[in-house]
């Protein structure tokens, strides 16, 4: 009674396995793939963007900055020139025209760091130009990645149909081969498949099918006993003696 249990666990390890290969097969087919690729690209584009809008963020706070300090600093030398101003028709001590020189010397720096500033914001506006340009490519590429994919899902989600008569007879399959197995031994095997994709590994000669090694006499023996369920002491398989 219980080793024809062994043979139903048996049998229903091979319809789980048609089972599980058909599944497959409908996952791995060529649109699939694809599909799966353009939902990568898209991913990938989408992280592209999220850097590039940042960066462009950096840049436009580091621009409005600079634009600031330009500011600052036009201010400045607007006061300086009104000082120069104000004193230039005056009849000027030596002591006094030295002040002037310095305030003429600020100003030249000033109009220098202006420049400099000035070029800095001319090279950050060809750098957001270039973002800008990579923003608009990749938004592409993702608007292209969304059309192939929905045209791919599309067509996958038909395959998927076109199997689901076999799919619906395939897992049939797996409930009627499912009647009849203990709870007990239904529950030892999915445990083992939680590890090992094929729970059940047959006796040949005295090794495991399925890890390929010398099973020891003693577990050998109980093999023999009638009823008795054994595992294989090294990959944790149900052992299956066949009939013939
Ligand atoms: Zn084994």
Same mark, same amino acid.
């Given at each position: 009674?219980?080793?024809?249990?062994?043979?139903? /666990?048996?049998?229903?390890?091979?319809?789980? #396995?048609?089972?599980?290969?058909?599944?497959?097969? &409908?996952?791995?087919?060529?649109?699939?793939?694809? @599909?799966?690729?353009?939902? !990568?690209?898209?991913?990938?584009?989408?992280?592209?963007?999220?850097?590039?809008? !940042?960066?462009?963020? /950096?840049? !436009?706070?580091?621009?409005?900055?600079?634009?600031?300090?330009?500011?600052?600093?036009?201010?400045?030398?607007? %006061?300086?020139? +009104?000082?120069? #101003?104000?004193?230039?028709?005056?009849?000027?001590?030596?002591?006094?025209?030295? +002040?002037?020189?310095?305030?003429?010397?600020?100003?030249?720096?000033?109009?220098?760091?202006?420049?400099?500033?000035?070029?800095?914001?001319?090279?950050?506006?060809?750098?957001?130009?270039?973002?800008?340009?990579?923003?608009?490519?990749?938004?592409?590429?993702?608007?292209?990645?969304?059309?192939?994919?929905?045209? /791919?899902?599309?067509?996958?989600?038909?395959?998927?149909?076109?199997?689901? +008569?076999? &799919?619906?007879?395939?897992?049939?399959?797996?409930?009627?081969?499912?009647?009849?197995? %203990?709870?007990?031994?239904?529950?030892?095997?999915?445990?083992?498949?939680?590890?090992?994709?094929?729970?059940?590994?047959?006796?040949?000669?005295?090794?495991?099918?399925?890890?390929?090694?010398? &099973?020891?006499?003693?577990?050998?023996?109980?093999?023999?006993?009638?009823?008795?369920?054994?595992?294989?002491?090294?990959?944790?398989?149900? @052992?299956?003696?066949?009939?013939?």
């Amino acid at each position: 009674m219980l080793s024809n249990d062994l043979k139903a /666990l048996w049998d229903y390890q091979a319809a789980e #396995n048609e089972l599980e290969s058909y599944e497959r097969t &409908l996952m791995n087919t060529e649109t699939r793939k694809k @599909l799966v690729h353009q939902q !990568q690209v898209y991913k990938n584009n989408q992280q592209k963007l999220k850097q590039l809008e !940042q960066e462009s963020m /950096l840049l !436009q706070n580091k621009m409005s900055g600079i634009a600031s300090q330009i500011d600052t600093l036009q201010k400045q030398m607007q %006061e300086k020139k +009104d000082e120069i #101003n104000e004193v230039s028709g005056y009849d000027l001590e030596d002591m006094f025209l030295e +002040d002037v020189r310095e305030m003429i010397q600020e100003c030249e720096e000033i109009k220098a760091s202006v420049e400099v500033s000035k070029r800095k914001i001319v090279e950050i506006m060809h750098r957001l130009e270039k973002s800008e340009t990579e923003i608009k490519e990749t938004l592409i590429k993702m608007s292209n990645a969304k059309k192939q994919f929905d045209i /791919l899902k599309e067509q996958h989600a038909k395959e998927v149909a076109a199997g689901k +008569d076999d &799919l619906d007879r395939l897992r049939a399959n797996v409930v009627q081969a499912a009647k009849g197995i %203990e709870p007990s031994l239904m529950e030892r095997y999915k445990a083992i498949k939680q590890h090992r994709a094929n729970p059940m590994a047959k006796l040949v000669g005295d090794r495991c099918e399925g890890c390929k090694m010398q &099973l020891p006499s003693g577990v050998l023996q109980s093999l023999k006993v009638e009823g008795s369920i054994v595992e294989c002491e090294n990959c944790g398989r149900i @052992l299956f003696v066949a009939e013939d």
